[in-house]
């Protein structure tokens, strides 16, 4: 099941640099799209979210891009900071009767934030 | 901060046994869910809870699962009859638009 890929399993950035995360889908039912920074043996942190409504969502250092025809987000962290260092998850859902959600995760990609 | 709770953080259990993991979802959430997260795959949905009712469940999610809002506060994931194959770490969420996940029950079966 490959509805949402994201292809780099690791990014390195330097501090105080942009760090970009992107994230592919291919389920045109996708109308709501998260993504989510996971430290080991936590949970997954929500970050930011957008609905397929909007291209842009923006909050403090980071803001999610949505690109509904190439069916592609990303998230970008600006300035980078060595706390981002984490495994960040992209997650899409169909929204649902009674507006539930059912979230579809990528892989998750591995960004450190280096010195 | 309002969170989402666990617990147990740990639960070990021979194959076979009835396990209950509890969950403690955000207050004003009306949305709960749960997922798991075999050792190296992805995290996948198991199911979405709304209303009392399931409102949607996965494949995985069969006849051995259940879910339970006994209370006003707690929500449960049953596993009846666990199989090897259901070590995983197991999260709930609860949501008003993004979802908040809580730390996790590693459930290992022996």
């Known amino acids: 099941d490959q509805q949402v890929k994201q292809n780099s399993p690791s990014l390195s950035v330097q501090e105080g640099r942009i760090s970009i995360l992107n994230c592919d889908y291919t389920n045109s039912m996708f109308d709501y799209f998260l993504w989510y920074k996971k430290y080991p043996a936590e949970g997954p942190t929500f970050l930011i979210s957008?609905?397929?409504?909007?291209d842009k969502n923006e909050d403090g250092r980071f803001t999610v891009f949505l690109n509904k025809s190439a069916k592609h987000l990303s998230l970008h962290i600006v300035p980078s900071q060595p706390g981002d260092s984490a495994v960040y998850f992209c997650a899409a859902s169909p929204i649902l009767l009674q507006g539930a959600q059912k979230l579809v995760f990528g892989q998750g990609t591995r960004l450190t934030i280096n010195p | 901060e309002p969170e989402v709770t666990q617990t147990p953080s740990h639960q070990v259990t021979q194959m076979g046994q009835e396990v209950i993991l509890r969950c403690v979802p955000i207050s004003n959430h009306l949305y709960f869910y749960w997922y798991r997260q075999i050792l190296g795959q992805k995290v996948e949905f198991l199911v979405s809870f709304y209303n009392n009712e399931i409102s949607e469940k996965s494949e995985i999610f069969d006849d051995q699962f259940s879910v339970e809002r006994p209370d006003g506060s707690n929500f449960t994931l049953k596993i009846r009859s666990t199989k090897l194959e259901d070590s995983a770490m197991y999260f709930c969420?609860?949501?008003?638009?993004?979802?908040?996940f809580g730390p996790g029950t590693r459930l290992t079966v022996l």
């Open positions: 957008i609905s397929s409504i909007k």
């Open positions: 969420a609860s949501s008003e638009q993004g979802q908040f």
